[in-house]
């Protein structure tokens, strides 16, 4: 089975070290949302990975990866 890996944290830092809270306003969700994904215990929905992505302004490959078990 696969595994989705993302790069909120990096983001975060360098987007001027916007906060998990700041983000969380931004993508529409709750800081403990925010700090779930960053830990990777949490998938987002399609619509909260599109939310995250808008926030930062980058397209959502450059926040969420896919890595199925084949390790591609």
Do not use: W
Not at 35 to 59: M, T, W
Request: glycine share 4%; hydrophobic share 35%.
């Amino acid at each position: 089975m696969g595994r989705i890996e993302n790069r909120i944290r990096r983001l975060r830092f360098d987007h001027n070290e916007m906060t998990q809270e700041e983000l969380a306003n931004r993508a529409n969700c709750t800081r403990q949302t925010i700090i779930a994904l960053e830990q990777n215990r949490y998938v987002p929905s399609v619509e909260l990975a599109f939310r995250v992505a808008k926030a930062f302004g980058v397209p959502l490959e450059e926040v969420f990866q896919y890595e199925d078990s084949c390790g591609r």
